[in-house]
Every structure is written in structure tokens, then in C-alpha cells.
């Protein structure tokens, strides 16, 4: 019953909805919800709202800033530890042992709210102390008005990302999460062998080192491979962190930056450098994220934990440029490289390149298949079971080490080429060729030399050993960007 009200609210109802409650009170809040809906009706609350959402698009003034912070501030325990999470009508997370603000923790944060309205000079909202107390009882109130300052905290709020993975993809508790990050960091040994090229080794962390590429996939599965990249950072010089990731659920055709001031982990806060995402915006054609696209977007957040534990003697000392590379021509990558590339030769910025490697299975729709080297691939069809060829999880690891290859050529053009020719399913194929494009811009193809530039594979992991086509895996690569200083 709680999902079908739901699906059927406004939008502003319908947005995340952090209400604190027990379990018992589960079952009673799709009806609080629907009670909460009309009883503000009448008082224009939900045309404020929309309002709000539609015509503020820049960075709230001082002015809507403070009360909004306070107001976000009285219920915020609620905002990030909440015992019941609607997103969309589509998902409900139980927890419990949390205590739900009393009715004078919502007036002061209502007070807080009409100080925002009033600014921005809407005249139709009414006290929602006029709602009758039997609305307050059945929890309408309370519901309503949680969604009403966490949907303005969202989306002109411009304020914290929350971790909205924790807790699912990785663990929600602190010492938890630290202590498993640690593990697969110990775990990596202090020379680690290259697997692409084979059989070279290095001791970690690597001096010189700009950038790294890892995969964003949940602990479980790709936790101890980006382990490996992690451990070649020498931390020692780095001031600035970049973080590109790929646009899983926001269709771009360009990049995105964010316009938020921090981004939570469980194990703290990492604040934006929001100077440096000024002067980007100033430079070139940006997008800005929606705090709703920039939460949603699990390429950025599973990079979060690692980078907050490989600083955490330094975190006040950094700052993160977090950027949403979208579906980008070859042309247009070559652009943000081009831009990129002054950032990238600055031995205080540190790169990141978030993407897993090839998706394969029925489920992913890419079923490239080639029984041995001198044959020609071809595409699986579930009743082909078992190929007589080599195994399938072999002619991925083969697929994926061709791909691999060639990004350590350092060569824009030939990456390209490589995609164009294998259609390989490298979710952050766009953000790896911003960076090959930024160092060929820095160190061109034809001038490159046993000196130049260095990029090396140092890890690399499947999901799972696919042997049917029936079956389905994700790919995992860890390795490290180095140029001369």
C-alpha cells in the first residue's frame, strides 16, 4: 500500500523522504504521506517548492544559506541516519534505534524554512502550524515537512553529497569500513609485479605519480583491486585530488561539476575545492550537477572511502575537483584533455579515473566471444552454452588485456580505434580518454621516448569465471599514471 500512495504523490512528496519512525510504524507512513500531500495543498506549499526547485539554479546567497542551514542542522540526524528511506517509491531501507524529532524540532525548523521563502519573495505559504493536530498525530505533518527541507536541502541546498551507496554497496559503519580499507591495503605487497606489460615490477608508492585508474564496483567485488592503485599514491606533495567518473544514470555530452561544498563518507567529510571548480567553469563548456545526479552517481561516491583513507593523516590539507565525464565524442574528449592537461602536469594534483572494464553476459547485451587468437570473434547466444573454444572467462581476460595494452601506449587515437573495433563494454572508457588526450597534449605521441610518460597495470580481477554464456561477469583494473617531473 506505502509504494502504490507513493507513486502516485507529487514530486516534491515523491523525492527522498528520511523519516525517522519503529518498525511498527512502517505500514502508516504511505498513508502519512497521502494525508501530508492534501493538507498543505490548500496552503501552496507544494507550488512553493517546485518553484524553488525550477528558478534557483546558482549558489544560494548568505542570505537563504544560513536558515537553511539550521534547518537542515535541527533535523539532520534524521537526514543521514534515518530508520526508513522512500526513494522515488521504488526502495525502503529498514534500521532502527533512532529517535524522532519532537513537534518543537520541526517549528524551529520551520521557522528556519519561511526565512528561505520569504527571500526569494514567495507570498503563498502559510504556517503549517494551522494543521490540525490529528494531521500531527498521524505523522503527516512530520512526514511532509522532512521531505520539504530535505528536498530544499537537495537541490538548492548546495551543500553536503551523502553517501547514499553506504550501506548497501560498502558498509555504513565507521571502524568497519577503516578497518576493511586497511586490510586490503596491508594486503598489497611493497613491490607489486605489473600485469600489463607483463613481468616488470615496482615498489609502491610510486614517486611521480599523477594519476590512477580503478574500478567502482561494490567492496565485495572490486575492493581489494583498487586496493592496488591506492597503494602506488605517494601522498606526500598532493594538495588537490581530480575525480572523473562516468555518467551512469544522467545522459551527458559533456562534463558535469559539481556544486556542492563537501562529499560525506562514513569515515568523514572531503571538501570541494570550489575556487578551482570556478575557474574550470570559466574555462570551458560545463554542465552542473543536480545534487539529486551527483548522489545518484556511484562512480564518484566508491572512490570516496579510498581517497579519505589514504589522506586521512592530510584530509584538511586537500581538496577534491569531482567531474562527470558523459557519452563524449572523440573530438570532445580531446577538449577537456586539452583543458585538463595544465592540471595534470602539476605535481600537486592528483588524478583518478574511475571505470571498471568489460560487462559481459546477455544481461550487459555484450557477448564477445573469440575461441582462440587466430579465429574471428563472434556474439553468444545463451543456448551456446559452453563454446568448444578456449574458456569464455579467458577470451575476456584476453579482450580486456588487448584494451589494456593499448592505454598504456599513451595513445588517444589508437584507444579509440581498439573501442571502435571491439565494442568493449569499459564503463569509464570517456574519463580513461580524457586523460590519455590530457597527456598527449602534454607529451605528443611522436615525441614520446623511454623517458616520457609511464603507464602501468598493477592489478587485475574478474567478478566471476564465466564458463556458459548464460553467465555474466564485470572485469576489475587497478594502475598508475607516472610523468616525468
Known amino acids: ?57 546558482s549558489p544560494l546567497p548568505a542570505k537563504i544559506q544560513a536558515p537553511l542551514n539550521k534547518a537542515v542542522g535541527i533535523l539532520q540526524p534524521i537526514l543521514y541516519y534515518s530508520e526508513v528511506v522512500y526513494h522515488l517509491g521504488k526502495q525502503v531501507v529498514v534500521r532502527q534505534n533512532f529517535t524522532l524529532p519532537g513537534k518543537a524540532d520541526f517549528l524551529a525548523a520551520e521557522t528556519q524554512l519561511f526565512k528561505v521563502l520569504e527571500y526569494v519573495k514567495i507570498k503563498d505559504v502559510k504556517s503549517l502550524k494551522d494543521i490540525p493536530l490529528d494531521k500531527w498525530k498521524s505523522g503527516a505533518l512530520k512526514t511532509f515537512e522532512l521531505s520539504s527541507i530535505f528536498v530544499i536541502g537537495e537541490m538548492i ?104 561544498t563537501e562529499y560525506s563518507t562514513p569515515l568523514g567529510n572531503i571538501r570541494v575545492d570550489q575556487e578551482l571548480v570556478q575557474e574550470l567553469q570559466d574555462k570551458g563548456e560545463w554542465r552542473l550537477m543536480s545534487t539529486r545526479v551527483d548522489q545518484d552517481e556511484h562512480s564518484l561516491e566508491m572512490h570516496l572511502p579510498y581517497i579519505y583513507k589514504v589522506f586521512e593523516s592530510r ?90 595494452d593499448v592505454i598504456t601506449q599513451l595513445d588517444h587515437v589508437m584507444f579509440r580505434e581498439y573501442l571502435d573495433d571491439t565494442s568493449n563494454t569499459i564503463c569509464g572508457n570517456h574519463p580513461i580518454s580524457v ?33 556458459s554464456a548464460k553467465d555474466s561477469s564485470v572485469s576489475y583494473a587497478s594502475a598508475y599514471l607516472w610523468l616525468p617531473c
Request: overall charge neutral; glycine content about 8%; some cysteine.
Open 157 to 260: 541546498g548546495r551543500g553536503n553529497v551523502i553517501a547514499t551507496h553506504a550501506g548497501s554497496w560498502y558498509t555504513d559503519d565507521r571502524e568497519q569500513l577503516d578497518y576493511e580499507l586497511q586490510q586490503w591495503l596491508d594486503n598489497v605487497p611493497e613491490e607489486v609485479t605489473e600485469v600489463t606489460p607483463v613481468g616488470d615490477s615496482c615498489p609502491v608508492p610510486v614517486k611521480g605519480i599523477r594519476a590512477i585508474i580503478g574500478p567502482h564496483a561494490g567492496f565485495s567485488y572490486s575492493g581489494a583491486n583498487a586496493a592496488y592503485g591506492y597503494k602506488c599514491i605517494d601522498t606526500q606533495n598532493i594538495k588537490r585530488v581530480f575525480l572523473l567518473g562516468p555518467s551512469h544514470h544522467a545522459y551527458l555530452k559533456t562534463c558535469a561539476l559539481s556544486q556542492c
Open 435 to 467: 586523460l590519455l588526450a590530457a597527456v598527449n597534449h602534454l607529451y605528443p605521441k611522436d615525441v614520446q621516448n623511454r623517458d616520457g610518460p609511464r603507464l602501468r597495470f598493477v592489478k587485475y580481477d574478474q567478478s566471476s569465471k564465466v564458463c
Open 1 to 57: 500500500m506505502s509504494m502504490r500512495v507513493l507513486s502516485k504523490a507529487t514530486p516534491v512528496t515523491r523525492a527522498y523522504i528520511r523519516y525517522a519512525t519503529t518498525e511498527s510504524a512502517t505500514q502508516k507512513a504511505g498513508q502519512a504521506v497521502s494525508n501530508a500531500t492534501s493538507a498543505v495543498q490548500s496552503q501552496g506549499l507544494t507550488k512553493t517548492l517546485c518553484s524553488l526547485y525550477k528558478t534557483v539554479t
Open 315 to 404: 584530509i584538511e590539507q586537500i581538496s577534491l575537483v569531482p567531474i562527470m565525464v558523459g557519452s563524449l565524442a572523440f573530438e570532445t574528449e580531446q577538449k577537456y584533455g586539452k583543458l585538463l592537461a595544465p592540471y595534470l602536469a602539476d605535481p600537486e594534483n592528483l588524478f583518478i579515473i574511475s571505470s571498471d572494464f568489460c560487462h559481459w553476459g546477455s544481461r550487459f547485451g555484450y557477448t564477445y566471444y573469440q575461441s582462440s587468437e587466430d579465429t574471428q570473434p563472434c556474439d553468444l547466444s545463451a543456448r551456446d552454452g559452453r563454446p568448444n573454444g578456449v574458456p569464455i572467462w579467458e577470451s575476456i581476460q584476453r579482450l580486456d588485456s588487448e584494451g589494456m
